[in-house]
C-alpha cells in the first residue's frame, strides 16, 4: 500500500499540498441551481473537490415511525424519523452528473460517498476519479468490496470506529484490490468539540496502515483542520454552504464560503511554517547574526592594562570576539591603546 493516492493526476500524502474536500450533503436545499453556486463557491474558497452523496431514503433505510427508526437525544436531529430526514438531505441522482461537469469545467474535481451497490454502479456510469466512505459505512463489507473492484482511490471515514473495525475494513478493501486508500480522521458527533478530536489519532492511523491520511471535520470553525495539517493531515473535508441562515440538516456545522476560504489560506500558511527539519541559518537570519552578542572594549585602555570586567562586556552588535571568550580575555592586557566602542579581537590581546 502506498502512502500516496493519485486523484485524476493529482498526487495527495505526506509533503504535497493539502488536499481539501467541499462536502456539499443537504446544504442545497433540494434547489438545483443553489448546488451549482455551492460548487461556485467550493472553486473560489480554494477546495479541490467538491464531494457528493449518492442515496435515497429507500437505499438507506424503510419508511417506519418505530422507536428504532426515531433519532435519538444528542444531535441536531432528535427525534425525527430517519426515512424523512434523508429525503430531505439526499441529493437527486439526476443533478449529480450536471453538477459533475459543473465542478470540472471550473478544474474542481467530483466525487461522491456512495451508500449502497446501485449508487456505486451509478457513480461508476458517471465515471467518478474516486469514492468515498462515510464513517457509517465503514463496517459494511459487502459495499466495501462492491467499491473495492471499481479499481478507484478511495477516501474512508473512520468516525465510530474501534482500531480493530478499522482495520478489518482496510483488509478487506485490500483484499478485493483496493490499492489506493486514504483514512480520515472523524468523529461523528454534530457539530464535533474540539476536545473529541483526537488529532494525535493522525499521525497513528499513517503509521499503522501506511496510508496517507486527513480530517472529516465537524467542528466549528477552521482552527482543528490547522492543527490536524500540522500533524500530518494531507486531506481536509469540511461541509459547505451559501449561508447558514438558510437552514438544513447539516447547516449548523457547516462553514461559510468565507470562512472555507480563511480556513484554506491558514493551512497554506501553516504549510509554508512546517517546513522540514533544518538547523541552518537562513538567509534573513544571516543578515540577523550582526546582531548577537561580543565582546567591545567599553572603557579606553591605554596600551599594556589588562581588560577587566569594567573595560570589556558582551554587549551587543556582534563584531567583536564570541561572548564564550570572556573569561580567556580578562587579565591579559592590552598591545596597544583601544579606545572605548571598538570590538575586541585577538591582535588587540596581549
Not at 478511495?154 to 490499492?179: K, N
Not at 458527533?189 to 465537524?218: C, K, Q, W
Not at 538547523?279 to 591605554?302: G, N, P, Q, W
Not at 551587543?316 to 564564550?324: E, F, H, I, V
Amino acid at each position: 500500500m502506498t502512502a500516496f493516492i493519485e486523484i485524476a493526476g493529482r498526487r495527495i500524502g505526506p509533503l504535497q499540498p493539502t488536499f481539501f474536500i467541499a462536502e456539499m450533503s443537504a446544504n442545497h436545499g433540494q434547489d438545483f441551481e443553489q448546488a451549482v453556486e455551492i460548487v461556485r463557491a467550493a472553486k473560489e474558497a480554494g477546495a479541490d473537490a467538491v464531494k457528493l452523496q449518492t442515496y435515497t431514503p429507500d437505499t438507506l433505510t424503510i419508511d417506519s415511525r418505530r422507536p428504532e427508526f426515531l433519532i435519538g437525544k444528542g444531535t441536531l436531529w432528535e427525534g425525527r424519523n430517519l426515512y424523512e430526514l434523508y429525503g430531505e438531505g439526499f441529493t437527486p441522482w439526476e443533478w449529480q452528473p450536471k453538477l459533475k461537469a459543473a465542478a470540472e469545467e471550473l478544474g474542481l474535481h467530483c466525487f461522491s460517498t456512495p451508500f449502497d451497490n446501485s449508487a456505486v454502479d451509478f457513480l461508476e456510469s458517471m465515471n467518478v476519479p474516486a469514492h468515498k466512505i462515510a464513517s457509517f459505512e465503514l463496517v459494511d463489507t459487502s459495499l466495501l468490496r462492491k467499491v473495492a473492484v471499481t479499481g478507484k482511490p478511495i477516501i474512508m471515514s473512520t468516525g465510530m470506529a474501534t482500531l480493530a473495525e478499522i482495520d478489518e475494513a482496510v483488509r478487506t478493501l485490500r483484499g478485493a484490490g483496493c490499492t489506493q486508500l486514504a483514512l480520515l480522521k472523524c468523529t461523528s458527533a454534530y457539530p464535533s468539540l474540539p476536545e473529541d478530536m483526537n488529532l494525535r489519532t493522525i499521525p497513528h492511523l499513517a503509521a499503522a496502515f501506511g496510508v496517507p491520511t486527513g480530517l472529516s471535520d465537524h467542528t466549528l470553525g477552521i482552527a482543528v483542520p490547522v492543527a490536524a495539517v500540522a500533524l500530518g493531515a494531507c486531506i481536509v473535508e469540511k461541509h459547505l454552504t451559501l449561508r447558514r441562515s438558510d437552514g438544513g440538516p447539516d447547516a449548523a456545522f457547516s462553514l461559510e464560503p468565507a470562512e472555507f476560504k480563511a480556513m484554506v489560506n491558514a493551512v497554506r500558511v501553516a504549510e509554508k511554517a512546517l517546513g522540514h527539519v533544518n538547523y541552518e541559518v537562513t538567509e534573513k537570519e544571516a543578515a540577523s547574526r550582526v546582531f548577537r552578542r561580543s565582546l567591545f572594549v567599553v572603557k579606553d585602555i591605554k596600551a599594556g592594562e589588562p581588560f577587566t570586567p569594567d573595560n570589556v562586556r558582551s554587549i551587543r552588535p556582534g563584531y567583536g570576539m564570541a561572548p564564550k571568550y570572556l573569561d580567556e580575555v580578562m587579565g591579559r592586557r592590552a598591545v596597544s591603546d583601544i579606545v572605548a566602542g571598538t570590538p575586541l579581537n585577538r591582535e588587540l590581546l596581549g
